[in-house]
């Protein structure tokens, strides 16, 4: 099983699906709350909270949103319209790729969203790139025109935490998500040309699990490739 804490700091930067973000101590006008964690290939982007903490939070193994001030919430918009604005008065030019922070920026409503994305493209220009982690439950309510119109006001890229595809695996860990739910979220952001980059944990079966873990990860493939 994974425990975070049993990463070295160089390990973490480079093998895991998360990484801590140093601190900001730089002239960024956004209002961050420690500890913020980002995908490592998105260290040179932006990084947007558009929420606070992670709406499931309730996984055995995840440490990340714990701290009474990662409590999950979803961030005023206008502060983050401002903060928009300001980066870009700033850093419009410099600005290729934005994150959308923190666990699951995709908790969203498609509107709200959508305001977001638009604010992006006026003032920050140069982004070519935007992100966010997705759980499956956050598309659930959201429709496959839903998800093409996020797409086309600039979503591109989703990191979907689904950890195994197996039911078991997903029961003991406390996922609260299924084999189903996971291939049905990953096939509905397919389908709308949301690039996805899925997270699974080597290991999480245990000695036990350890086959149906692997097995059943496997089929979490996409559609195109399960033929093969
Ligand atoms: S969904 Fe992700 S961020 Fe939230 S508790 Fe589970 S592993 Fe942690």
Redesign the pocket.
Known sequence: MYHPGECSAQTRRFLCPIFEAPPVTSTIPIRYISPVFRPPSEADSLILPVTNG?S????TY?E??TAPQKKFAVRDEQETLDSIRLVGEQFAEKVQRVFMGD??AMALSTRRLMTLLQAIKDHLPRVRRISS?C?PRNVRDKTVAELQELRQAGLSLAYI?A?SGDDVVLQRIN?GETFESTRDALDKLGQAGISRSVMLLNGLGGRVHSMRHALNSARLRPKWQRGL
Do not use: S, T
């Open positions: 992670c499931w939070n309730r996984c995840c990340m949103y666990g699951d982690y759980l935490g950890e996922k």
